[in-house]
C-alpha cells in the first residue's frame, strides 16, 4: 500500500540515500527468543519522496507477552501470516536501502533473528539509529525515546507502540533530526 507524505526534505547531497524506516513490536525484549509480532516499513528514494509503505500483523506461534504494552492479543494475531510467510516480502523494502529505526540495534537484531528461523539472510548493510542521531543533536528533551522526541519536533502519534503509526512518527523525527544534523555539520 502506498500513502501520500511528506517528502523527507534531503538537507544535504551526502544524505541522499534510498531509506527504510521500520519499527517492529515484540513480544519480549530478547531477540533469540522472543517473537516479532508486527512490523511496518516505510520506504523513501534519496530525494526523500516516499516510495512504499507496508505494515502487519505477525502469528508469532507463541504468548505475545506484554499485551498491555502492544494492544496484540492471541486472538488478533490468529490470522495473521508467520514471518516466514511474509519475510521476502520485507527484504525487498529493506534491500539496497539504510534501515532507520529508532533504537536501531533493537529492530535488527529481532529482524536478523526472525529472518534467520526463515532461513533467510537479513539484507541490510547499513543502518541509521535516530536515537544515536538524536544523542549528537541534543534536542532539549528530558529523554529520547520516540514521543519526546515527537512532542519536540512537533509530530503527531496517535498510536504510541503501533508499528505503523511509530514508523510514522519515526519518519517525522528523522525529517527534523536530518534537518538538524545538517544545521549542526553533523
Same mark, same amino acid.
Given at each position: *500500500?502506498?500513502?501520500?507524505?511528506? %517528502? /523527507?526534505?534531503?538537507? $544535504?547531497?551526502?544524505? +541522499? =540515500?534510498?531509506?527504510?524506516?521500520?519499527?517492529?513490536?515484540?513480544?519480549?525484549?530478547?531477540?533469540?527468543?522472543?517473537?516479532?509480532?508486527?512490523?511496518?516499513?516505510?520506504?523513501?528514494?534519496?530525494?526523500?519522496?516516499?516510495?512504499?509503505?507496508?505494515?502487519?500483523?505477525?502469528?508469532?506461534?507463541?504468548?505475545?507477552?506484554?499485551?498491555?504494552?502492544?494492544?496484540?492479543?492471541?486472538?488478533?494475531?490468529?490470522?495473521?501470516?508467520?514471518?516466514?510467510? *511474509?519475510?521476502?516480502?520485507?527484504? %525487498? /523494502?529493506?534491500?539496497? $536501502?539504510?534501515?532507520? +529505526? =529508532?533504537?536501531?540495534?533493537?529492530?535488527?537484531?529481532f529482524l536478523a533473528h526472525e529472518f534467520a528461523r526463515a532461513r533467510l539472510h537479513l539484507p541490510v548493510t547499513q543502518r541509521l539509529c535516530t536515537l544515536a542521531l538524536n544523542r549528537r543533536v541534543e534536542p532539549p528533551t528530558d529523554d529520547l525515546s520516540l514521543a519526546s522526541l515527537a512532542a519536540h519536533y512537533g509530530v503527531p502519534q496517535t498510536r504510541a507502540h503501533d508499528a505503523l503509526d511509530d514508523t510514522r512518527v519515526l519518519a517525522g523525527i528523522f525529517r527534523a533530526s536530518l534537518t538538524e544534523a545538517a544545521r549542526l555539520d553533523l
Open positions: *500500500m502506498l500513502s501520500v507524505a511528506p %517528502a /523527507l526534505d534531503v538537507p $544535504r547531497p551526502d544524505y +541522499a =540515500h534510498d531509506w527504510a524506516l521500520v519499527d517492529v513490536e515484540t513480544s519480549g525484549l530478547v531477540p533469540r527468543r522472543d517473537r516479532i509480532l508486527s512490523v511496518a516499513v516505510l520506504t523513501f528514494g534519496p530525494d526523500g519522496t516516499q516510495t512504499g509503505e507496508f505494515s502487519t500483523l505477525v502469528n508469532p506461534g507463541c504468548d505475545p507477552g506484554p499485551v498491555h504494552v502492544h494492544g496484540l492479543t492471541p486472538e488478533r494475531l490468529a490470522g495473521a501470516p508467520t514471518f516466514d510467510q *511474509m519475510a521476502e516480502r520485507v527484504g %525487498a /523494502l529493506l534491500r539496497d $536501502r539504510v534501515l532507520v +529505526a =529508532h533504537n536501531a540495534q533493537f529492530d535488527y537484531d
